[in-house]
């Protein structure tokens, strides 16, 4: 089963909840755990799981190196581009990689054939183990804007072929663009987790539009730090009929905790038994 | 006029109530005038309370749209496509708008003509008023793209006006991460209060927005929120913050008061003026404003 942990607004506790269901499952034993980090321009499950990377891929964009050899300077590549990468102007071609998205729109369109593309790397995959846990995680370079392309070559690399019997797990990052959308593309459910303020009440209605609305996946929600804000969001739950699959209460032990690096389910064992449960609800809605 | 951007790289570190706190203390003493840059989760507003003035439709990006009827099912647009949009059919092959980048690399190699490309309503951007000075804001569908490119819209909005109306000051509540939506909320920002929290996470983070900061040449002050939750941590990124020649200012202790204000619809500022939480943000707006003066 592949899941989708995401929430609109940051700061909720994705992470927190992504790790420790990966934790508890692994422990339980029941079930093999492949861990995706798909915040790649903040990504911090690993200061958690503490994983040996085994293997690095980076990950570039294919931009064109244009042959001026073979060149004409007609103008073509730049009329073709959608992104403006490209412009002629007089006797030069400029390209503007950071702008590039790597369509290669204009190397087919090139009458001369005078443009190849090259890598330019944005990013690295790399991937591991956190004792059992398959980890992988996807890593932007600092100054460069586009994420998406590092979370597609992260799913492409790091999930199972066949996922039955495994668990997936992807941490999405805050927001619901298009780094969500590209997070959530593929799953088997989508994991809510949000906290009971009108700030993450907001930001949870704009996830479950994209999770449920557009890409029909079945959702559900996580409720942290229970208690420190109003009901708004278990009113909303129950008028949409989206399940509260567990509630994690407002505890200054678990802030403390988490912020420190230690799991959940490391510092308050008792955890343990409600994030396998929590995995055996998910399993139960998908199968409707 | 300066302009101020406040920046977290992880989310959920307390930016929006930091940037409402601001705008009612700045508000006090000049005139103001505030965007909203997290386009896909705008919630400034839900803390400010605006009368929407002005509402437009923003159009951007494009998608490709195939004609079944000119559709000879060849496959080109599939086989040319490096995204993943096209779904193949046996009559016509259509495209997955949610996954169409709108390079239009299949609308030139299509032989029928089948394809059009056609620029989507991705989103809106609001011209609002609130008490404490005009508010840009803009909602970015689900799940759409190009967020970059309405963030600089609102910006430039709430940048006109500004000079318009000789306002001292425009502040922009930025989106979480470092990618599109950071930079182009960052660009042509004299300040950025930078707001992290001391967990292992936020060291992390604030490290990598820092980098990005520095890159665009963006000059940066720390503001670590929630600060007794693990003071520890606050030594260390303090330690960090001078090795990097970077200033810090007043620390904002944790406290439930800040969710209580955010469900009463008011800055914490407004909210709880002698509490902890206002104070310490007085003092970090003091600090601003010094910084701002200098630059």
């Known amino acids: 089963m592949i899941i989708t942990i995401a929430s609109g607004k940051g700061g909720t506790g994705k992470t927190t909840v992504a790790i420790n269901l990966a934790l508890a499952l692994t422990e339980d034993g029941s079930t093999p755990v492949h861990f995706l980090d798909c915040d790649v321009e903040e990504p911090n499950a690993h200061l958690f799981l503490k994983p040996t990377i085994e293997r690095q891929q980076p990950v570039g964009i294919p931009v064109p190196v244009v042959d001026l050899a073979k060149c004409t300077y007609c103008g073509r590549c730049a009329e073709v581009c959608a992104y403006h990468a490209i412009a002629v102007v007089g006797q030069r071609v400029l390209v503007f990689p950071e702008l590039c998205h790597g369509c290669g729109s204009c190397t087919l369109n090139c009458p001369t054939e005078a443009i190849h593309e090259e890598l330019n790397i944005i990013g690295v995959v790399e991937q591991g183990h956190a004792r059992a846990i398959h980890f992988a995680h996807g890593i932007l370079n600092v100054g460069e804007p586009m994420a998406v392309p590092i979370i597609r070559q992260l799913k492409q690399q790091a999930i199972p072929k066949l996922a039955n019997g495994q668990a997936v797990i992807l941490d999405a990052s805050p927001g619901t663009a298009c780094p969500v959308v590209e997070s959530l593309h593929g799953a088997d459910f989508a994991l809510m987790v949000t906290e009971p303020t009108p700030f993450g009440l907001h930001d949870l209605r704009l996830a479950v539009q994209v999770a449920r609305d557009e890409l029909g996946l079945p959702v559900g929600i996580v409720v942290n730090r229970d208690g420190i804000g109003d009901t708004g969001v278990d009113e909303y739950a129950a008028a949409e009929g989206i399940p509260i699959l567990m509630r994690i209460p407002l505890d200054r032990r678990i802030a403390e905790a988490y912020s420190e690096g230690v799991p959940l389910v490391q510092a308050l064992p008792e955890w343990r038994e409600r994030f396998v449960d929590l995995y055996r609800r998910m399993a139960q809605e998908v199968a409707g | ?295």
Request: aromatic share 6%.
């Open chain 2, 1 to 295: 006029m300066k302009q101020l951007v406040i920046l977290s790289g992880k989310g959920g570190t307390g930016k929006t109530t930091v940037a409402a706190a601001l705008a009612h203390l700045a508000a006090r003493e000049s005139s103001v005038v505030l965007a909203d840059a997290d386009v896909d989760a705008a919630n400034l507003e839900l803390v400010l309370a605006p009368t929407r003035l002005e509402e437009h439709d923003f159009f951007s990006g494009q998608v490709a749209v195939i004609d079944a009827d000119t559709c000879t099912a060849c496959g080109r647009c599939a086989e040319v496509c490096r995204f993943d949009a096209v779904v193949p059919g046996d009559v016509a092959y259509r495209v997955t708008p949610i996954d169409c980048e709108g390079c239009a690399s299949c609308y030139y190699q299509c032989p029928a003509e089948a394809i059009q490309m056609v620029e989507p309503r991705v989103g809106q951007w609001f011209r609002s008023d609130t008490r404490f000075g005009p508010l840009f804001h803009a909602h970015l569908f689900a799940g759409q793209e190009n967020s970059g490119k309405l963030v600089t819209l609102v910006k430039q909005q709430g940048r006109l006006l500004a000079l318009d109306t000789s306002a001292e000051l425009l502040i922009v509540d930025g989106p979480p991460g470092i990618g599109c939506p950071v930079i182009s909320a960052s660009a042509g920002a004299d300040l950025a209060l930078l707001v992290v929290e001391p967990t292992v996470a936020g060291a992390h983070d604030l490290e990598r927005i820092l980098g990005t900061t520095n890159h665009f040449g963006v000059p940066a002050l720390v503001c670590v929120n929630k600060a007794d939750i693990n003071p520890t941590r606050v030594t260390e990124i303090a330690a960090y913050c001078r090795q990097q020649g970077i200033s810090m200012v007043k620390a904002v202790p944790y406290d439930t008061v800040v969710s209580k204000a955010m469900v009463q619809g008011q800055p914490v500022t407004a909210y709880e003026p002698e509490g902890a939480v206002a104070r310490a943000l007085e003092g970090v707006w003091e600090q601003i404003k010094t910084t701002l003066r200098a630059a």
